[in-house]
Structure formats: structure tokens, C-alpha cells
């Protein structure tokens, strides 16, 4: 599996909001990518896509819920068409699969659509251990391949560089000379992958989707290298999640109408290729084997827990990390595994495990925007308190386990939250006691911007430490609105 | 037949009922689309044909503006030789020697190989036979500079030519060259995804559970945005793609 660096959230976030390119690459993808997305909802005529989104949870609900009815009905209709379906229970699993596909069709070169999944079980090295040359040839997968880099964005996965970058690291692992425009890379790109392709005797894709009905692998691409794959290798190995099937070749539609638009704002992506088997005897080309991973790794656990089945509804569209201000403030890699962003907070402790990524479900400010523009209305924020609430009441200390003093707080909270005069008594009090301090010549309290500077409570030491807690006003909304509402009377009474 | 490496369908299948707490069996309610018939699926596109005769010229005129949005070149031609004419006018533009066509009907129509040999242009139908075995049709799509294939379906909703590969149509004719030209016919154009899903399930309803081993959505040249969100188009798939409209 790939390198778990999520117990290190804090510090890498700490260290990846000062990347000053970092910062520009994220900032457009607030105004690009989910600007695109905004744009392409608001064509939709006339506006169905809530409905669209209720279609998809739909289906979404009924096929996890049975899925191991759909998981069989898949394999016996890729099994008919004449592929092979394999079941790898983790990640170790799956590699050894496609490694021994390898070896046994005397494979040399394998070149490789983009897929998340790969990136998570860390094929590439397994592969690269028996001899095998691995090509990403998604063109941001290939520089971060060049790179030795992770993905920073679901969809776009080398964001995080610049083209000068780009150029450099062209130049420096395939001796190219200093590319100018963004252009020239994709031509070179296209130049080199293109060889790459036709000398491949193996193409691996992630897949979208998987059609139980039709036993057929959906991708959704725009480069043309995922058609690639799937076309020219003497042998196509896809490798996905279980959790991607959907029953009817027709729910497909709804499917296609929310991912592009969600994803990159586009109507429909320049490609959707549909792969049922391998090529029938009378096809003019394509591959002659075709293999099919499906992988658990950890998925089973979501699926048993009801609270968090609704991660697996995800089809991994990104708008979520374009929409999510600690995201956009941090970028990808600080969430130090392959799926970023807010559903990657959830679903990566799931994954790796949640005393190793215990931090992630504190990653989020909980606004709720991840799930406003999700396509398919996972309720993620739910997801992350759920979570929180399992750290909080481990018994594990190393777990974010909450302290007495965190507990008795809560306590506390809770017990004012529930009485409006117990909570207006409080405020009260609270604004009798911070006067005399805001006096002292040189209060704590006055060194912030109009609040508390930098007090360190030891039970709000996480806040305060990058934040001011702000001063109560001379009066609550409560009070004001009272206020109003009395005056209003009085108007309406003279 | 298992893989070594992995573990059986049933312990896998095992695991997800386990953790479902669900014992083996169909849903209880049936997935209504699952359910359907071939007869059911026949009445569904005979209603979907009598849709699309009502709403042909309409659905030509959608076509073609949301195909433009999408980055097709489109060009509406009267009548075949007006299509011959758009084809071979790409092929000037690009300066192209050589090109590589399907093997679809719709060269019956338009008569592009005779045509083309006039102008100039070799035309190649990428069909293996006794005489060219697939690696030769192979270099020979490698070459070319443009590749020239018909529409099985053409989607006006999303500006899409659909190709469904199968002996006459290879996979690499719309993919390898450089520019991709589409010939689209009036009784190709569908409205909807919707409609083509529908007519795939048909068709696969009928062939006794075979509706062939590939599918492309093809919408615009090959694109990526992938260095500094910037676009840029033809990566690893064509530059240019150029929609004729015969009619």
C-alpha cells in the first residue's frame, strides 16, 4: 500500500500553506475548477440536477446495499463476454494479481491510465520489482511519475507545479531542452507516451464505473491515453474498487451528466470509453486479454459500518476539495495519503486506519460546503463528527481520546446550551469578568485584533493558537432582538 | 477459475455479505430496469424512433451548436457531395496525404475514396482480411494524418459521436491520427444519453447478452488542463475534430 503519512497532518499543513506557488495553484482552483462547475450546473435547462443528484444517491444506496448481489452478477457478465474477474482482499493481493498477469504474458512495458485506486495500493513498484517498465501516461500522473511524487488533487494530480517546473523536470529526467509553453510539454508528452503505447504489451485503467448488467468497465478521460490503454496493449488489466458497480447499463446516464460537470465543469469529458471483454474475434483491434481486479482493501469495513457506508457512494469528481477552505489552504499532500480533501479526511483514516489519521477528521471546519456541491449528497461533515466522536471516546490515548479537562468542557457546553437562561446568565457573567482585564495596561486580552490575543488555555491551546477568540459584545443577538422586538410592539401599539 | 494471488469470488462475496449482515439472494424489492424484457426494451425504442422523427430537424440544429461548444469543427453539408467536399476541405487545410477511413455504411453514401483520389488524397479502409493481417492496418492508421469514420450514434444533448468498434471499425481510426473527422448522418442522432443506453441494452437483449467488447463517447479533440489548469487540446488523442452533418 502506499506510504502513509497521515499521522503528520499538523505539521506538513504548517509547512504547505507557506509554498507561496502552492498558494497561487490553489487559489485557481477555486476560481477554475469550481467556477467551471458553478457555470456548467447553472446550463443545465431546464435545472434538473438535484434531481440528478437524488437519482444517482439512489442508485448509489440500492447497489452498496446489495452488493455482493451485484459484485456476482458483474463477474459472471465480464466472465460471458470472455474477461477474467479477480478478488483481492487488500493491497499486497491485488499487486501480486497483476504482477503474475504480467509474468505470465512476458510483459516489458505497461502503460497506465490514471487510476486513484493504483496509486493506492502502490502498484507501480511492484510491477518495477519483476522487471516490468511502468508508464503513467495521464500527462499530470507522468510528472508526477517523473517527479517521484503522489498526486495532490483527485483529478488533477500535478497541480501543485508550475510549468516552469514542469519544463525543468522535462529537461532534467528526459534530456529535453527548456519547453516554454504548456503546449510544447503535451506535444512532448505525446511524442514520447505515443512510442510507449504501440511497444506496450500490457495497458492498465481504473474504472469509473462497472455495469453489473453488461459486465462492462466505464472511464471518463479527456487525453485520449485511458483510449489508449485500453486499445493498443496486447493485454488490458483494469483495477478498480468495489464499490464501483452500478446495476443497469441506463444508470450510466445520470452518471455521465454529474461526474464532468462536478469534476471540471464540462457537459461530458472528450472521452467516455466503455470496455466489455476483450476483443471479439472479428474486431479489427484491441486487446486480446482482458482481466478485471476488483479490491476490498479495507473497503468491507466502511460498508459494515452504516454510519460511514456513504464514503463508498463517492465517484471521486474533486468538487468537494475545490469548494473546502482547509483544502484550498493547504493543498493535497498534507493529507498525507492519496485521497485529499474533505472526502479524503474521511476516508483515509478508514483506510489506514484511524489512530494513523487521527488529525484528518480535525481537518475541516465543518462549513458544510463539501457537501452542498457533492454529486451525489454524501453528508461528509456528519461523517467527520461521527469520527471524532469515535476518537474522543477511544479508550486509546494516542487516539485524540478526549482529556478530562475536554470532557468537562463539553459537559459544561452542553449543560448552558441547553437553557436559554442558564446560556444568557453565562453571557452576563463572562462580560463582567473581561472588563476589568481589557483595563490592565497590558491585557492578553487586548493584543489581538479587537480579541484575545494569544491566551493559551491548555484545553483551547489548538484555537488560540491561530486564531483570536473573539471579545463578547456589550450585547448578544438575544438581547438585541428582544430589544427589536419590543420596539416593534411599542410601534405598532402608538 | 481464481487467480492464485487473490481469493475466490465466494470468500469475497462472503466477506461483503458479512459485513452488510446480509444473507446470499436478488433484492428484495427487484432493480425495476433489470427487470425489463426484450419486449419491453422493443416498445421503449419504438416510442424513442416515432421522438426522433418528430424532432429531426430540430435535434440536427441542437447537434450542431452543442457539438461546436464541445470544440468540434462542424460542418453542414446538403448532401453527400456536399460531405465529400467538407471531408476533403479538412484534409487541405491540414495539408494531409493520407488518411485512414472505417469500414461503416455511410461511405456507401458518401463516395469518398473515388473522390479523394482525385484531390490527391490516399484513402485507406482500415479492414484486416486475408490479404492485411491487423499489424499492417496497424501502420497504416499509424501513419495517416487524418482518420475518417462514420457515427453510430451521434448525441445531441452532449455534441458526442459514438462508436461502438467491431469488424470494419477499429478502435485506433478515431484515435491515432493527428485529426479526426466524424461523418454524421440524420438517422444517427439520438437526443439523449438516455437514448443511447436504451438502443445498447437493445441491442444486447437481442444478441443474447453481446453488444460488442468496446464503446467510445467521442466530444471534441483530446484535451488536457493538467499544467496550471491551463487548457490545452491534442495530447494523446487528436488536435482537431471535425463534425460533417450530411443533411
Not at chain 2, 465529400?84 to 472505417?102: E, Y
Not at chain 2, 466530444?219 to 493538467?226: E, F, I, N, V, W
Request: hydrophobic share 40%; glycine share 8%; aromatic share 6%.
Amino acid at each position: 500500500m502506499a506510504d502513509v503519512k497521515t499521522q503528520d497532518f499538523f505539521a506538513a499543513s504548517a509547512v504547505s500553506i507557506q509554498d507561496p506557488i502552492l498558494r497561487q495553484a490553489l487559489i485557481k482552483v477555486g476560481t477554475g475548477f469550481d467556477g467551471a462547475r458553478l457555470a456548467a450546473i447553472e446550463d443545465v435547462t431546464p435545472n434538473r440536477w438535484d434531481e440528478w443528484r437524488e437519482e444517482a444517491r439512489r442508485i448509489k444506496i440500492h447497489t452498496l446495499d446489495h452488493l455482493d448481489y451485484y459484485l456476482d452478477l458483474l463477474e459472471r457478465n465480464v466472465a460471458k463476454a470472455g474477461g477474467q474477474v479477480h478478488f483481492a482482499a487488500d493491497a499486497a493481493q491485488a499487486n501480486a494479481i497483476v504482477a503474475g498477469i504480467a509474468r505470465s504474458g512476458g510483459v516489458k512495458i505497461v502503460t497506465k491510465g490514471k487510476s486513484m485506486v493504483s496509486e493506492e495500493l502502490s502498484l507501480n513498484p511492484v510491477l518495477e520489482s519483476i522487471g516490468v517498465e511502468v508508464f503513467e501516461t495521464d500527462l499530470g500522473e507522468y510528472i508526477i511519475q517523473l517527479a517521484g511524487e503522489t498526486p495532490s488533487h483527485l483529478v488533477a494530480p500535478a497541480l501543485h507545479k508550475t510549468k516552469e517546473q514542469v519544463a525543468q523536470l522535462f529537461s532534467d529526467k528526459l534530456g529535453l531542452p527548456l519547453l516554454e509553453s504548456i503546449e510544447d510539454m503535451a506535444k512532448a508528452a505525446r511524442e514520447i507516451l505515443r512510442e510507449k503505447f504501440l511497444q506496450a504489451e500490457m495497458g492498465i485503467s481504473g474504472a469509473n464505473f462497472l455495469v453489473a448488467e453488461t459486465g462492462t468497465l466505464v472511464i471518463i478521460t479527456n487525453e485520449g491515453n485511458g483510449r489508449m490503454c485500453t486499445s493498443a496493449p496486447r493485454i488490458h488489466v483494469g483495477i478498480t474498487g468495489m464499490e464501483k458497480v452500478i446495476p443497469s447499463l441506463q444508470d450510466l446516464a445520470v452518471f455521465l451528466r454529474l461526474l464532468p460537470r462536478s469534476a471540471t465543469g464540462q457537459r461530458i469529458t472528450s472521452y467516455v470509453s466503455m470496455v466489455t471483454g476483450p476483443r471479439r474475434e472479428t474486431d479489427e483491434d484491441g486487446p486480446e486479454e482482458f482481466h478485471l481486479v476488483i479490491v476490498d482493501n479495507g473497503r468491507s469495513k466502511m460498508l459494515a459500518d452504516p454510519e460511514l457506508r456513504e464514503a463508498l457512494y463517492c465517484i471521486r469528481c474533486g468538487a468537494c476539495l475545490n469548494i473546502c477552505p482547509v483544502y484550498k489552504k493547504v493543498g493535497g499532500h498534507a493529507y498525507g495519503w492519496v485521497y485529499p480533501g474533505p472526502i479524503g479526511a474521511v476516508v483515509s483514516p478508514l483506510l489506514v486506519g484511524l489512530k494513523q489519521a487521527k488529525d484528518l477528521p480535525h481537518a475541516s471546519s465543518l462549513c458544510g460546503a463539501c457537501r452542498e456541491v457533492c454529486p451525489v449528497k454524501i453528508n461528509i461533515p456528519r461523517m467527520l463528527l461521527h469520527l471524532r466522536n469515535e476518537l474522543a471516546e477511544s479508550p486509546d490515548p494516542k487516539t485524540n481520546a478526549a482529556t478530562p479537562a475536554a470532557r468537562l468542557m463539553a459537559r459544561g457546553y452542553a449543560w448552558l446550551m441547553s437553557s436559554p437562561a442558564l446560556l444568557s446568565l453565562s453571557h452576563r457573567l463572562a462580560r463582567s469578568l473581561q472588563r476589568p482585564l481589557l483595563m490592565l495596561p497590558f491585557s492578553p486580552l487586548t493584543k489581538g485584533a479587537g480579541g484575545i490575543g494569544r491566551v493559551r488555555l491548555p484545553f483551547l491551546s489548538r484555537w488560540t493558537r491561530a486564531k483570536d477568540l473573539p471579545l463578547l459584545p456589550p450585547r448578544t443577538f438575544h438581547e438585541i432582538w428582544q430589544q427589536e422586538l419590543s420596539q416593534t410592539a411599542r410601534r405598532r401599539d402608538t | 477459475m481464481p487467480s492464485s494471488a487473490g481469493i475466490g469470488k465466494e470468500e469475497f462475496l462472503a466477506s461483503v455479505r458479512r459485513a452488510l449482515g446480509r444473507s446470499p439472494g436478488p433484492p428484495a424489492a427487484a432493480y425495476p430496469r433489470l427487470e425489463e424484457t426484450t419486449q419491453d426494451l422493443e416498445d421503449q425504442a419504438r416510442e424513442l424512433r416515432l421522438r426522433l422523427e418528430t424532432q429531426g430537424p430540430r435535434l440536427m440544429d441542437q447537434l450542431a451548436t452543442v457539438a461546436e461548444l464541445q470544440g468540434w469543427k462542424v460542418h453542414r453539408a446538403e448532401d453527400p457531395e456536399d460531405a465529400m467536399a467538407a471531408v476533403l476541405a479538412v484534409a487541405d487545410s491540414v495539408g494531409a496525404r493520407t488518411a485512414v477511413r472505417t469500414g461503416q455504411d455511410v461511405f456507401y453514401e458518401v463516395p469518398l475514396d473515388a473522390g479523394a483520389m482525385n484531390w490527391g488524397l490516399a484513402v485507406f479502409t482500415a479492414t484486416h482480411d486475408e490479404g492485411l493481417d491487423r499489424q499492417a492496418v496497424r501502420d497504416r492508421i499509424i501513419e495517416a494524418e487524418i482518420g475518417i469514420t462514420g457515427a453510430d450514434y451521434a448525441v445531441a444533448e452532449t455534441g458526442s459521436v459514438v462508436v461502438v468498434p467491431r469488424q470494419g471499425l477499429g478502435r485506433l481510426v478515431s484515435l491515432v491520427p493527428p485529426v479526426h473527422v466524424a461523418v454524421v448522418r440524420p438517422q444517427d442522432v439520438v437526443e439523449t444519453l438516455d437514448d443511447v443506453f436504451l438502443l445498447r441494452r437493445l441491442e444486447y437483449h437481442r444478441n443474447g447478452g453481446e453488444m460488442g467488447s468496446y464503446l467510445n463517447f467521442i466530444t471534441g479533440p483530446s484535451r488536457t488542463a493538467d499544467i496550471e489548469q491551463t487548457l490545452v487540446v491534442g495530447v494523446h488523442g487528436p488536435k482537431e475534430a471535425h463534425m460533417v452533418l450530411l443533411g
